[in-house]
C-alpha cells in the first residue's frame, strides 16, 4: 500500500528551496527583477482589477514571493497586496532602487455623498490620518493617530495633469477595519474626513522616511452607511467605477511621461 507524505513549510513565506536564494539577490527574490532594473517613478496597487494591466499597457508581470512587477516605456508598476504592512514595506525595499517617485493606486470608500464626491470620482489626499490598526480601532482609541502628508510638488502637479481628470483633493484616512468603519461616521465628520482607504497613510509615512516623494489616487467605490463596499453594485455604479478606472489609468499614463520628458 503507498504511503502519503504531507510536508508542511515552517512559515507560510519560508522559501522552502534553499537553492533560488542562492542563486538571486533576496530583492528579486520578493519582487521577481532586480533592484536594477526599478525606474525613477513607480506605480503601486494593493490589487488588480479587471482590465488594470491592459490599460496601463502591462502584459504580465514579474512574480515574487511579495509583489508582482512589470515595466512600462515610463514607470514601473508595482503590486504589493492589501494593508499597510505589505505598502509599507513594498516602498522601505525601494530604497534598494532607482525609485524616486511613487503613485498609489487603489479604492475607497465615502464617508458622505456631494455634489463633487460620489462613486465613480477620482480623488487625490493632500493629507491623510492613520489610524492603521485594528486593536485600536476596535478599542476607539483615537488619541494615537497621527497625519502624514503627500510630497506637495508632485501632488500639485499630479492634480494639474488636466482639467478633464477632474481628480479632486480630499482628506482622508486610513482605517484598520472594514466593519467598525460605520461606527465611526460622526467621528469622520468631527475631522472633516472625506474619504477612507487602508494603506495610503503608511504610503506617505513610509514615503517621507525614505526621504521619496509619493501621491496617491483613488476610485471611490461605496458609501459608509449608504451603499456598503460588499454590496453588489448597480449597473449604473459599475460604468461610472470602470470609467474611473481608465480614466485614472489615462491620467496616470500622461503624468509619467511628463515626469519621464517623454511629453
Not at 525595499?93 to 455623498?113: H, K, S
Amino acid at each position: 500500500m503507498a504511503k502519503c507524505c504531507f510536508i508542511y513549510p515552517l512559515r507560510p513565506l519560508h522559501l522552502c528551496c534553499v537553492f533560488i536564494v542562492k542563486s538571486m539577490s533576496n530583492f528579486k527574490t520578493l519582487f521577481g527583477i532586480e533592484p536594477s532594473a526599478f525606474q525613477e517613478t513607480c506605480v503601486i496597487v494593493p490589487f488588480l482589477v479587471p482590465g488594470l494591466l491592459k490599460a496601463l499597457a502591462i502584459a504580465s508581470l514579474k512574480k515574487g514571493k511579495l509583489f508582482a512587477t512589470a515595466n512600462t516605456d515610463t514607470f514601473t508598476f508595482v503590486k504589493a497586496g492589501i494593508g499597510t504592512l505589505f505598502v509599507g514595506d513594498a516602498v522601505l525595499y525601494l530604497q534598494e532602487t532607482a525609485c524616486q517617485e511613487m503613485i498609489y493606486f487603489g479604492a475607497c470608500g465615502l464617508v458622505r455623498e456631494t455634489d463633487r464626491l460620489t462613486i465613480g470620482g477620482l480623488v487625490s489626499p493632500a493629507k491623510c490620518i492613520a489610524f492603521e490598526s485594528f486593536t485600536d480601532v476596535l478599542l476607539k482609541q483615537t488619541d494615537k493617530i497621527t497625519v502624514h502628508y503627500p510630497d506637495q510638488e508632485l501632488f500639485q502637479s499630479f492634480l494639474n495633469t488636466g482639467p478633464g481628470y477632474n481628480i479632486q483633493p480630499v482628506t482622508g484616512m486610513s482605517i484598520g477595519s472594514l466593519k467598525c468603519e460605520e461606527s465611526y461616521r460622526e467621528f469622520f465628520d468631527k475631522r472633516s474626513i472625506d474619504v477612507v482607504d487602508m494603506e495610503c497613510s503608511a504610503l506617505f509615512s513610509a514615503a517621507n522616511y525614505t526621504k521619496r516623494r509619493a501621491i496617491a489616487l483613488f476610485y471611490i467605490t461605496d458609501i459608509i452607511g449608504k451603499k456598503s463596499f460588499f454590496d453588489p453594485w448597480e449597473p449604473e455604479d459599475k460604468s461610472r467605477i470602470d470609467y474611473a478606472i481608465q480614466t485614472a489609468c489615462s491620467a496616470i499614463q500622461v503624468f509619467c511621461r511628463r515626469q519621464n520628458g517623454s511629453c
